[in-house]
């Protein structure tokens, strides 16, 4: 079995680039852009989080009071009409004082949560369906990882089994969405290589395989499929080999057998699009969500 699906299913939380460190997050969190121009290069480059300088960048730049502004009125602030309350109300909805005068971490936050606001639901495949033949095998439908949190929720995986070639091949789809600290708010779609599997037993119902790989391997991965009761199971175990990765670090010995399935994962891609929808609205205007709120409850019936 390849390291891609071994991967797969050991990695349960995975993000977009993150906040660089968090002692350096900290440190420069209330310079003005102004301020952090004033540092030397080398502290610039070797010191500051690149979300500052890029934020301090925006600020200097011509016209930013504008940008800020059209961002602001994103986040139901009046970032046009009235910029000096907009830029305060959004300072205070940070928890921060109202200054007037954005950081570059306001500045950051600014542009993250307007760029939230463009997230909306984009179509991608749910379907969850298999058929089985004397010559042909299909599965395809959301993989997770039974008892445990998987890298990718949103995804999409489509097995197809030969008996006459006696071996299944796993594409993969993963759908990535954003969280507070990705560098950029939007989606990203990644296709993993084609997986393949030597099938062991071919019968009316079902179809096992063998794992595939050598004694050097850090582990292997099995499938068992029941067409018969619809379950349909990925079943990795440790191999005993290097499990050493090629960007450094190794994987971990499994305490147990891992077993990833495949199922029906519309609840599951509609449960985290509300997410990213909640999220956004999350960070509107407290004004704004206030009177939203006010509105809700004006229509439920008495």
Same mark, same amino acid.
């Given at each position: 079995m390849?390291l891609a699906l071994?991967?797969?299913i050991s990695?349960?939380?995975v993000?977009?680039?993150?906040y660089a460190?968090?002692?350096a997050?900290?440190?420069y969190r209330?310079?003005?852009?102004?301020r952090?121009n004033?540092?030397?290069?080398?502290k610039?480059?070797?010191?500051v989080p690149?979300m500052?300088?890029?934020a301090a960048?925006?600020?200097?730049?011509?016209g930013s009071?504008l940008?800020?502004?059209?961002?602001?009125?994103?986040?139901?602030y009046?970032?046009l009409h009235d910029?000096?309350? @907009?830029v305060k109300a959004f300072?205070a909805?940070l928890?921060?004082?109202?200054?007037?005068?954005l950081t570059v #971490?306001q500045i950051h936050q600014?542009?993250q949560?307007?760029?939230m606001?463009?997230?909306?639901?984009?179509?991608?495949?749910d379907?969850f369906?298999?058929?089985?033949?004397?010559a042909?095998a299909v599965?395809q439908?959301?993989?997770i990882?039974v008892?445990?949190?998987?890298?990718?929720p949103?995804?999409?995986?489509?097995?197809?089994?030969?008996?006459?070639?006696n071996?299944c091949?796993?594409?993969?789809?993963?759908?990535?969405?954003?969280?507070?600290?990705?560098w950029s708010?939007?989606?990203?779609?990644m296709?993993s290589s084609?997986?393949?599997y030597?099938i062991a037993? #071919?019968?009316k119902?079902?179809i096992e395989?063998?794992p595939?790989?050598?004694?050097?391997?850090?582990?292997?991965?099995?499938?068992?499929f029941?067409?018969?009761?619809?379950e349909?199971y990925?079943i990795t175990?440790n191999?005993?080999?290097d499990?050493?990765l090629?960007?450094?670090?190794e994987?971990?010995?499994l305490?147990?057998p891992r @077993?990833a399935?495949?199922?029906?994962?519309k609840?599951i891609?509609?449960?985290?699009?509300?997410?990213?929808h909640k999220a956004?609205?999350?960070?509107?205007?407290?004004t704004?969500?206030?009177?939203v709120?006010?509105l809700?409850?004006?229509?439920q019936p008495?």
């Amino acid at each position: 079995m390849k390291l891609a699906l071994s991967l797969f299913i050991s990695v349960f939380l995975v993000s977009l680039p993150t906040y660089a460190d968090d002692a350096a997050v900290r440190k420069y969190r209330d310079y003005t852009p102004q301020r952090l121009n004033s540092l030397s290069k080398e502290k610039l480059k070797s010191e500051v989080p690149m979300m500052y300088t890029m934020a301090a960048r925006r600020g200097l730049s011509l016209g930013s009071d504008l940008l800020f502004g059209m961002e602001l009125n994103q986040l139901m602030y009046p970032g046009l009409h009235d910029y000096s309350s @907009a830029v305060k109300a959004f300072q205070a909805d940070l928890g921060d004082k109202p200054t007037g005068e954005l950081t570059v #971490w306001q500045i950051h936050q600014l542009e993250q949560r307007a760029e939230m606001q463009k997230l909306s639901r984009v179509s991608f495949p749910d379907q969850f369906s298999s058929f089985i033949t004397d010559a042909y095998a299909v599965v395809q439908g959301t993989m997770i990882i039974v008892d445990d949190r998987i890298a990718w929720p949103i995804n999409h995986v489509r097995v197809s089994c030969s008996r006459s070639e006696n071996s299944c091949e796993l594409d993969q789809l993963h759908f990535v969405v954003p969280n507070e600290k990705s560098w950029s708010q939007i989606y990203q779609v990644m296709e993993s290589s084609t997986e393949s599997y030597e099938i062991a037993r #071919w019968s009316k119902d079902s179809i096992e395989s063998h794992p595939l790989g050598t004694s050097k391997d850090c582990r292997n991965t099995s499938l068992t499929f029941n067409f018969k009761t619809k379950e349909f199971y990925f079943i990795t175990r440790n191999a005993g080999g290097d499990c050493k990765l090629m960007l450094g670090g190794e994987l971990e010995q499994l305490t147990k057998p891992r @077993a990833a399935q495949i199922v029906d994962g519309k609840k599951i891609i509609d449960e985290k699009f509300a997410e990213v929808h909640k999220a956004a609205y999350n960070v509107l205007s407290s004004t704004f969500r206030q009177r939203v709120e006010a509105l809700n409850q004006q229509e439920q019936p008495k």
